[in-house]
């Protein structure tokens, strides 16, 4: 498999070089830095995008698309931090605003996901005496209905929590990239943007497990 995705990367390659020869530069031929950062983050997506598209995709097709749509999203992974980077006039101020705003972040996705994990016990347990009580012809078809709808909703929130996570950890992680590129690896922004980075890795675990519980739980809800 990995050798398979491997093969698939030169055409996510491809496609990010003919993003960056798109995009728009100054009548000299050179970028400023916010286009530099919106075409380094269309790259980064379409690479990543093209992994992902191989990997579920036994097509070359797969790959193509996945690239396309990672682009699409890189983009506005590096539009995003530019933005942001534009409100500041010191560099250092951008980091320690995209420091404090990875923390808060972190901070109440992982409240979320704590909340949710004990809620999903407390479903399944429920579920699973419902499943129980309408098999022994205690409870009607209605009552699995409304179990499965509360359900539902559940998930839907895991699916936005984890939504919500992948984006700031693809935003962090450019900051972090960039800031790694132009400061060097020791330097005291560079490290806190890195355990940001893989502090959200973790958060994204959790609210991945969050999703695959619940969604076991509602797929054993059949009616």
Do not use: W
């Not at 998930?155 to 800031?179: C, F």
């Amino acid at each position: 498999m990995f050798i398979q995705q491997i093969g698939k990367t030169p055409l996510a390659v491809l496609l990010a070089s003919t993003i960056l020869s798109g995009c728009a530069t100054n009548p000299d031929g050179t970028m400023n830095d916010r286009q530099q950062t919106v075409a380094e983050g269309a790259v980064v997506g379409a690479v990543l995008g093209g992994l992902l598209g191989g990997a579920v995709s036994h097509k070359g097709s797969g790959a193509l698309v996945g690239a396309a749509a990672g682009g699409i999203i890189g983009a506005g992974i590096g539009s995003s931090v530019a933005d942001r980077k534009a409100q500041y006039a010191r560099e250092e101020d951008f980091l320690v605003a995209e420091i404090q705003r990875n923390q808060e972040f972190i901070a109440e996705a992982d409240d979320q996901n704590r909340q949710l994990y004990q809620e999903i016990a407390q479903l399944d347990r429920e579920s699973q005496r419902l499943a129980r009580e309408y098999r022994a012809g205690k409870v009607t078809r209605d009552a699995l209905a409304s179990q499965k709808a509360t359900l539902e909703k559940q998930l839907a929130k895991a699916k936005q929590i984890n939504s919500l996570t992948e984006k700031q950890l693809a935003d962090a992680n450019e900051v972090y990239r960039e800031s790694r590129q132009q400061r060097g690896p020791e330097d005291q922004y560079t490290q806190k943007l890195e355990s940001n980075v893989v502090k959200l890795k973790e958060t994204r675990q959790q609210s991945q497990e969050n999703v695959a519980r619940l969604q076991k739980v509602y797929d054993s809800m059949s009616i």
